[in-house]
């Protein structure tokens, strides 16, 4: 799986929109872009994911570069709960694929402050 | 409907003593995984297992075991603990079903000192 690159912190005021960038330079044609958060060392939630066309659900937007060499999460309206680590994961798609190897690194620290 | 569980939550342990994680999901998920976070890093994969009764490596399997005897469970064993192993490890599964989106369900944790 290719690896990403996410700023190691970020912040943004409560209200507004965060934007969290992530590079993945080396992604295949078959690989999915997933994004997950951590809260404060609960286990892992997913949010979102794509392989290149924009995604929205009901917690954030997933914005996908037309190379896709890296793509931007963005929650509309950041809130204090929405602190917490933003993982940004590349992986292939399907049965047979490398699954085993789901690359977490260390994520972006997002702070939203009051 | 409650996911992932995983026991314990705590526990200390001697170094050289053995014990086993138990993870347990009732979403009827083929795929599980183990992985271990330490302070500030990201979560590695220890091992996985894509179904009942077969189990892989991962990132940083040394000092591990683990076991798929049932497909609801996922156990992981330390045979010696030593203090490296402190840590908070995490178990999830995955569906990668037709029309699924492959999303991993993650436990809460279970935070593991070796003393």
């Known amino acids: 799986d290719a690896k990403t690159t996410q700023p190691p912190s970020m912040d943004c005021a409560e209200g507004r929109a965060a934007n969290l960038p992530c590079n993945h330079s080396t992604i295949s044609g078959n690989e999915y872009v997933y994004w997950y958060r951590q809260i404060h060392s609960q286990g892992p939630q997913y949010i979102i994911h794509?392989?290149?066309n924009n995604e929205t659900n009901e917690m954030a937007s997933l914005i996908i570069t037309e190379d896709r060499k890296s793509s931007t999460l963005i929650l509309p309206h950041a809130t204090l709960r929405d602190t917490a680590v933003y993982y940004c994961?590349?992986?292939?798609?399907?049965?047979?694929?490398?699954?085993?190897?789901?690359?977490f690194g260390r994520g972006t620290q997002l702070t939203v402050w009051p | 409907n409650a996911g992932v569980t995983q026991t314990p939550k705590f526990r200390v342990l001697k170094t050289g003593q053995s014990m086993t994680l138990l993870c347990a999901q009732d979403?009827?998920?083929?795929?599980m995984y183990w992985y271990r976070q330490d302070p500030g890093m990201g979560l590695r994969l220890i091992h996985y297992?894509?179904?009942?009764?077969?189990?892989a490596k991962g990132e940083v399997p040394d000092g591990y075991n683990v076991s798929r005897l049932k497909k609801q469970n996922f156990l992981l064993g330390l045979e010696s603990a030593a203090p490296s192993q402190t840590s908070v490890y995490f178990c999830?599964?995955?569906?990668?079903?037709?029309?699924?989106?492959?999303?991993?369900?993650f436990g809460e944790g279970s935070r593991l000192t070796v003393l």
């Open positions: 994961i590349v992986r292939g798609g399907g049965r047979g694929s490398t699954l085993g190897r789901l690359y």
């Open positions: 297992s894509v179904g009942e009764g077969t189990t």
């Open positions: 999830a599964s995955q569906s990668m079903g037709r029309g699924r989106t492959g999303e991993l369900f």
């Open positions: 794509g392989l290149k």
């Open positions: 979403m009827n998920h083929e795929y």
